[in-house]
């Protein structure tokens, strides 16, 4: 099925560090969502994205709906060891769950 | 609040045998997702049910099924397994407040399926 396209596939990082990973599709969304899944557990949610240029927070993590609508990218602040996991992101160009395409995720690894 | 819950957390089948899967929404959504996450192919989307209703499908063969009940609970089936239906199966859930709307999904921890 269609995918989009997320990068990097993987990162390691110190402690302190900043991070960004980002998400492009060749469809136009209306909707970004980025996901955090640790193992043993489902994704969750961290930031939904509804309006291209679109720019929020939560807590140390930023993310961004492209003025393309096309594409998406996450930043992370500051990283600390909790960050360690796979960041998903995911697009909605449908209006309903049933068109949601996931990204294949990025995983983050942070050295003490 | 409790979760999204599923169950069993972990499965072994053989080829050939049908598996039932099972979740339980939090209390109050109404909109069940099922999804397949394999290391090849990430996270796909399988159906969502809405009022009992499935209201969207992924591209998924028709050995995959599944249904809600009256208290949103939902399962999910799949018959004549093969090798390649091994995978984690997440549920997630949502109150829609808009038909169709993207509103937050939250997921259940899964179930992992090994199929011999």
């Known amino acids: 099925g269609q995918q989009l396209n997320q990068s990097p596939q993987s990162m390691f990082i110190q402690e302190g560090e900043d991070v960004s990973m980002n998400c492009t599709s060749s469809s136009i969304f209306n909707t970004w969502l980025w996901y955090k899944q640790d193992p043993g557990e489902g994704p969750v949610l961290l930031i939904a994205l509804y309006k291209a240029g679109e720019l929020t927070s939560n807590g140390r993590l930023t993310a961004q709906f492209g003025i393309t609508r096309k594409d998406s990218f996450l930043n992370i602040s500051a990283s600390i060891p909790s960050d360690v996991g796979i960041y998903f992101c995911?697009?909605?160009?449908?209006?309903?769950?049933?068109?949601?395409?996931f990204g294949k995720g990025t995983k983050l690894s942070v050295k003490p | 609040k409790a979760g999204v819950t599923q169950t069993p957390r972990y499965l072994i089948k053989t080829r050939g045998q049908q598996v039932t899967l099972s979740c339980s929404p939090i209390s109050g959504h109404r909109s069940v997702s099922w999804y397949q996450q394999t290391p090849g192919q990430g996270l796909q989307f399988l159906f969502e049910y809405f009022s009992e209703t499935q209201r969207n499908k992924g591209n998924f063969p028709g050995r995959f099924s599944g249904r809600q009940f009256s208290n949103s609970r939902s399962e999910m089936n799949v018959s004549t397994l093969e090798l390649g239906d091994s995978a984690l199966y997440l549920c997630a859930s949502s109150w829609p407040l808009l038909a169709g709307s993207t509103d937050t999904q939250y997921f259940g921890p899964g179930t992992r399926l090994t199929v011999l």
């Open positions: 995911a697009g909605n160009y449908g209006g309903s769950q049933g068109n949601l395409i």
